[in-house]
């Protein structure tokens, strides 16, 4: 279910929990609205504001961890590549078939990256690296270095090709990690709560109405940022791929 599908959900309920408040301030005996009811009520709904509100900072906290980790895990992989091709021009002509494989390789990487993380069945999919990204980690272990500076040359790229991988596993691991929906469930139920309250001890007239509104409004985009940012390749705050598409340039001639 996509972040907005869920932020609307959610505004709905908050909203129907002050609608319930509007419908119990008319159907419970005058009594049930008493002073001390209101207060064990209000006292109740400020408890249950005071955990809402450690629960969504909590989640916005990690789910913005959860963003900048990816996010930097997909320049670690930008910046390995192209350390990869510097190291491989240095080795000399015979790495160029190699240099031609990473051209080749990079874009379907990309594509599969950004498609295998938006996927929902993509954490049920094992994964496999592709022919071609085992066929270039194959050839840099075949290079047969005459040279000190070549040897050193090619244990660097071995290294770096194992960091790459590294890498790649780890963006695969914490794919489809988004927060859990019962846990959305019982924050939205909490936040039905407060709402209730807001409109069970208050006439509501016009501006209390917009209030309301605009209260439940932001409640829900929290959500959506919390839902985005858990999901930092797809949607409007997806992490750019470009950086990724266009770190080798062409080889010359």
Do not use: C
Not at 47 to 58: D, K, M, P, R, S
């Amino acid at each position: 279910m996509s972040p907005v599908v869920v932020s609307l959900i959610a505004f709905a309920v908050i909203l129907g929990g002050a609608l319930i408040g509007v419908l119990l301030r008319n159907t419970l005996p005058n009594h049930h609205l008493a002073n001390d009811a209101k207060d064990v009520v209000r006292l109740g709904a400020g408890l249950i504001g005071t955990i809402a509100a450690l629960v969504l900072g909590l989640l916005i906290a990690s789910a913005k961890s959860s963003y900048d980790t990816q996010s930097s895990q997909v320049q670690h992989i930008t910046a390995d590549i192209v350390l990869l091709d510097q190291l491989l021009a240095q080795y000399g002509p015979e790495a160029r078939s190699i240099r031609d494989l990473m051209r080749q390789a990079v874009g379907p990487m990309a594509d599969r990256l950004w498609g295998d993380s938006s996927a929902s069945a993509a954490k049920e999919t094992p994964f496999a690296a592709t022919a071609v990204a085992e066929d270039i980690w194959a050839k840099v272990g075949e290079l047969a270095p005459q040279t000190d500076a070549q040897r050193s040359l090619q244990a660097r790229a071995i290294q770096v090709t194992t960091d790459l991988a590294h890498t790649r596993l780890a963006l695969f691991v914490q794919t489809g990690n988004s927060i859990p929906m019962p846990f959305l469930a019982v924050l939205v139920f909490w936040l039905a709560i407060i709402f209730a309250n807001f409109s069970l001890f208050a006439r509501l007239n016009p501006t209390l109405i917009v209030a309301l509104v605009v209260f439940a409004l932001s409640a829900s985009a929290a959500l959506f940022l919390i839902l985005e940012m858990s999901e930092p390749f797809t949607g409007l705050m997806q992490v750019s791929s470009a950086p990724l598409r266009t770190a080798l340039p062409p080889l010359k001639p």
